[in-house]
């Protein structure tokens, strides 16, 4: 496995595994803040297929695919009724690390918002 499930990297806390229809999940229990539904902010799924890092900064989100030498940054957008993540940039792989510094990498990688 290419990316931590054991403890969060942004927080440290002990990570969760659940399975949901054959996807493998593990989670931190610290919720997203800004988010209008509750969502932990960092997850890692796999299935037989594909691994996916997920991590929410709000308003920024990463998801970092494990067969891929990329990363994609999305920022949080509202329209009237929900919130939506728009592309904004892909960039060499972000690797996950204590949120703070997660944050500060990223405003200044997304520098035209």
């Given at each position: ?18 399975k ?52 994609r ?18 960039v ?22």
């Open positions: 496995m290419k990316f931590q499930t054991n403890t969060c990297p942004l927080c440290n806390k002990v990570c969760t595994l659940k949901i229809a054959g996807v493998t999940v593990f989670s931190c229990p610290t919720e997203a803040q800004g988010l209008p539904k509750p969502k932990s902010h960092y997850e890692v799924e796999f299935d037989s297929k594909t691994e996916i890092q997920h991590i929410i900064l709000f308003p920024f989100a990463i998801d970092t695919f494990g067969n891929s030498s990329k990363s940054v999305y920022h949080a957008h509202n329209t009237e009724d929900q919130q939506k993540w728009r592309l904004v940039m892909e060499p792989v972000i690797r996950a690390e204590e949120e703070s510094k997660m944050l500060e990498r990223i405003n200044k990688l997304v520098t035209f918002l």
